[in-house]
C-alpha cells in the first residue's frame, strides 16, 4: 500500500477528506446544519456540514464534508456570488484546495485556509443523486 492509496481510503466512505495540501472537486448538495464540536481537549468549535457529490468519486452517491465555519466561508462568499448571478451553487461543480496560511496570532504556526472556484455546471451524472438547497 501506498501514502496515495492511503490517501485515497481515508476520503472513502460517507465523508470527504478535506486538509491541508489537499482538494477535491465537489458538487455541493445542501447545507445540512451547524453545529458545535467538542474536542477531547475540552475546546469547542462551530462547524458547519453539508451533503456533497465528490467527482472523483460518483458512484459513492452523497457524503459529507464539515468544516470550521471560518474554513468554509469562502464556500459562503462563492454562493452568495453565484446567487446574485441567478445561479444555484447545487448544480455546479466548485473545487475547494486547502492551503496553509501564516496563524494571525501564533508566529512560526499555520493553520488551514479554503479556496473555492467555480469550476462550472456540475456534469449530468453527478446531479441526479442529490436534494438541492
Partial sequence: MSWSDFEKEASS???VKLNVGMSA???????VEFFTKEWDDGKTDRMVRFKVIDAADPDA????L???????KPLNDLQLDLKTQGVDIASRLVKISCFADRHP???GRTIGRWKCEDLGPAPAALL???VPF
Fill in 105 to 107: 496570532t501564533k508566529p
Fill in 61 to 64: 452517491g452523497e457524503k459529507e
Fill in 66 to 72: 464539515e468544516a470550521g465555519v471560518r474554513r468554509a
Fill in 13 to 15: 466512505g460517507a465523508w
Fill in 25 to 31: 472537486e465537489l458538487v455541493i448538495l445542501q447545507l
Fill in 128 to 130: 441526479g443523486s442529490g
